[in-house]
C-alpha cells in the first residue's frame, strides 16, 4: 500500500510516536502540514517574546492550543467580552493581528462567512513558535509544527468542537454550571485492550466535566455533523462499549462519563437516537442524545437529550 510504504519511509529508523501509528491512513494522507522553517526558534528570543504577551495574549494561544482551530468570531467570545459588540469584533480583530504577526499563530486560507466576512472570517490555528512559548508539544506528538490545513470538513468539524467549548464557556459566565475540565483530541482519547487483548484507541471529540452545585457530570462527547452513515454512529457506539467494559475508566475515575452525541437538528437526533436504541439494553443507559446548539444544556442536565 501507498500509505504504508511513504509512511515507513518517514520514519524509517526512528521512533514512531504513538498517536502517528494509531492514525487512520485517510487522514493522515489528507492532512498537509506546515512545519516549522529551520531550526526550533533559540531560547532567547521565546524569552522576549513571552515579556511582550499580556494575560489576554496568553489566554489566546492557550485556547488554540486546548481545541486546534478557532475562527476571530469565536475568539472574541471567549477573551474580548466588554464593550460593544463592534468595538469587541475590532479589538479581537487588532489582537490577532498582533498574534500573527508575531508568528505566533496561523491565519488559514480558508474564511468562514464569505468574502464579506472579511478579517472577521478568519479561522486561527497555533504556530509553532506558539506552541515554543507555551512550552507545549505539538497536537500529536513532540514535534513542534504549525497547526494543519486540511479539506473543509474536518475544518468545518474541529470549528463545531470549538463552538461547543465556546458555549461552555459562556454557560459557566452565566452562572449556570463550573466548567471544571475540557480535553480536545487528542488529550481525551482512551488506549485499552480489546477483547482479542489488541490495543484499541477510542477517540471522542472532546471529554468534559461540569460542576453543578454539589454535583459533578464528567461525559464524552461526540459532535455529528450529519456526515457519517448510521452504522458508522453504531460502530463508534460499540467502541464505547468496549471501553465500558473494560473498566478502566472506572478504575481511574469511579465513574464513567456518559457518552453525548451532539447533533445539528432533531431529525437526525431522532436517527441517532435510533441507532443506541438497537445497542444491548444494559449499555443504552450510556448515551445521550442531544442538539448541539443546546449542549452545555444537555451535558448539565437542564435540557433532556437522552435518548432512551
Keep these: 500500500m501507498a500509505f504504508a510504504s511513504a509512511f515507513s519511509s518517514r520514519w524509517q529508523g526512528k521512533e514512531i510516536p504513538p498517536c502517528y501509528s494509531a492514525f487512520n491512513a485517510t487522514e493522515y494522507l489528507i492532512v498537509q502540514r506546515f512545519t516549522m522553517r529551520g531550526r526550533l526558534p533559540h531560547q532567547g528570543r521565546i524569552h522576549r517574546l513571552r515579556r511582550k504577551l499580556s494575560g489576554r495574549d496568553l489566554d489566546v494561544l492557550r485556547s488554540l492550543h486546548k481545541v486546534r482551530l478557532l475562527s476571530l468570531r469565536q475568539l472574541q467570545r471567549l477573551h474580548v467580552v466588554d464593550g460593544a459588540l463592534g468595538a469587541r469584533v475590532r479589538r479581537a ?173 432533531e431529525r437526525r437526533q431522532e436517527n441517532v437516537a435510533s441507532v443506541v436504541l438497537t445497542l444491548p439494553t444494559g449499555s443504552q443507559v450510556l448515551f445521550d442524545v442531544g442538539l448541539l446548539k443546546l449542549g452545555p444544556k444537555v451535558l448539565s442536565g437542564q435540557d433532556s437529550g437522552e435518548a432512551t
Excluded at 508575531?102 to 509553532?128: H, K, M, Q
Excluded at 490495543?199 to 461525559?219: F, H, Q, T
Excluded at 462499549?241 to 465513574?255: C, D, K, P, T
Design 93 to 265: 480583530q487588532q489582537l490577532l493581528k498582533r498574534l500573527h504577526g508575531l508568528d505566533l499563530v496561523v491565519r488559514l486560507s480558508r474564511v468562514i462567512g464569505g468574502v464579506r466576512a472579511g478579517s472577521a472570517g478568519f479561522t486561527y490555528g497555533l504556530s509553532g513558535l506558539g506552541q515554543a512559548v507555551l512550552q507545549v508539544d505539538g497536537p500529536l506528538g513532540r514535534r513542534r509544527r504549525r497547526v494543519w490545513e486540511t479539506k473543509p470538513y474536518f475544518q468545518d468539524h474541529m470549528l463545531a468542537v470549538a463552538e461547543f467549548y465556546v458555549q461552555l464557556v459562556e454557560h459557566e459566565r452565566e452562572g449556570c454550571a463550573d466548567l471544571l475540565q475540557f480535553d480536545g483530541e487528542p488529550a481525551c482519547w482512551r488506549r485499552h485492550h480489546g477483547p482479542g487483548g489488541e490495543m484499541s484507541i477510542l477517540k471522542p471529540d472532546a471529554y468534559v466535566r461540569l460542576g453543578i452545585g454539589d454535583i459533578e457530570r464528567s461525559a464524552f462527547v461526540e459532535v455529528d455533523l450529519a456526515t457519517e452513515s448510521l452504522p458508522t454512529i453504531r460502530r463508534k457506539c460499540q467502541c464505547f462499549i468496549a471501553y465500558w467494559r473494560s473498566g478502566i475508566e472506572q478504575r481511574h475515575r469511579s465513574v464513567f462519563p456518559k457518552v453525548v452525541w451532539l447533533v445539528p437538528d
